[in-house]
C-alpha cells in the first residue's frame, strides 16, 4: 500500500485493507509460536553452532510481529488520522449534522416562549429593575437564536453550493473519462 497521499475516494479501501492486515496479526502470531516450539524440536538433535544460529536468527526475523498491535503504533495514529479524515469530509454528513442543529436551534423557540409567559406572569412581582434585566436577557437570547439560525443557514447553503459543484465536477469528469476511452479505442483500432 502507498500511503503517502490519500484520495477521498479511496479511503474506505484503504481502511479496509488496514483493517484486513491487522486481522491478520492474531494468525501471524500463533505461527510464531509454532515455529518457536518446532525450533525447540530441531534444535536438540542439531550441534551446538547450528543450534546457536538458529536461536539467533529466529527471533530477528519475527521481532516485529509481536509489536504492531501495541497502543499508538503508526498502524493506530494512520488509522485514527484516516477515520477522521473522511468523517471531516464527509460534507453530506455534515449538511446533515448542520440541518438537524437547526431543527434543534427552532425547538429553542418555545422554551423563549415559555420564558416570556413567565416573565409576564411575574410582572407585578418584581421590581422594574428586575424586569427590565429579565426584558434584557430574553432579548439577547432572542438574538442570538436569530443569528446562530442564521449561521446555520448560511453554512448549510454553503455546503450545498459545494455539493452541486462537486456533483458538476464529478459528472464533467466521468464525460471526459468516457471521452478518452473512446479516444483509447479509436488510437488502437486505428493502429
Known amino acids: 500500500m ?29 505461527q510464531c509460536a509454532v515455529l518457536m516450539e518446532e525450533q525447540q524440536k530441531i534444535v536438540q538433535f542439531c550441534d551446538d553452532a547450528l543450534a546457536t544460529s538458529i536461536r539467533i536468527e529466529f527471533p530477528g ?5 509481536g509489536t504492531i498491535p501495541g497502543e499508538d503504533t503508526e498502524v493506530d495514529v494512520l488509522t485514527n488520522s484516516v477515520t477522521e479524515l473522511s468523517s471531516s469530509l464527509s460534507l453530506s454528513g455534515r449538511l446533515e449534522y448542520l440541518q438537524s ?11 423563549i ?18 424586569i427590565k434585566t429579565v426584558d434584557q436577557k430574553i432579548w439577547v437570547l432572542k438574538n442570538q437564536r436569530t443569528e ?44
Open 2 to 30: 502507498q500511503l503517502r497521499y490519500l484520495h477521498v475516494r479511496g479511503i474506505s479501501r484503504v481502511m479496509s485493507q488496514i483493517d484486513n492486515l491487522l486481522s491478520k496479526i492474531v494468525y501471524g502470531e500463533e
Open 61 to 65: 526475523q519475527f521481532d516485529g510481529v
Open 101 to 111: 442543529t437547526r431543527a434543534e436551534l427552532s425547538s429553542t423557540n418555545e422554551d
Open 113 to 130: 416562549d415559555a420564558l416570556e409567559a413567565s416573565q409576564k406572569q411575574l410582572k407585578g412581582c418584581l421590581s422594574p429593575s428586575d
Open 148 to 191: 446562530l439560525d442564521h449561521e446555520l443557514l448560511m453554512l448549510c447553503h454553503e455546503i450545498e453550493d459545494k455539493l452541486g459543484q462537486r456533483f458538476k465536477f464529478e459528472s464533467m469528469q466521468q464525460k471526459f473519462m468516457e471521452w478518452a476511452d473512446y479516444l483509447e479505442k479509436k488510437v488502437k483500432d486505428h493502429d
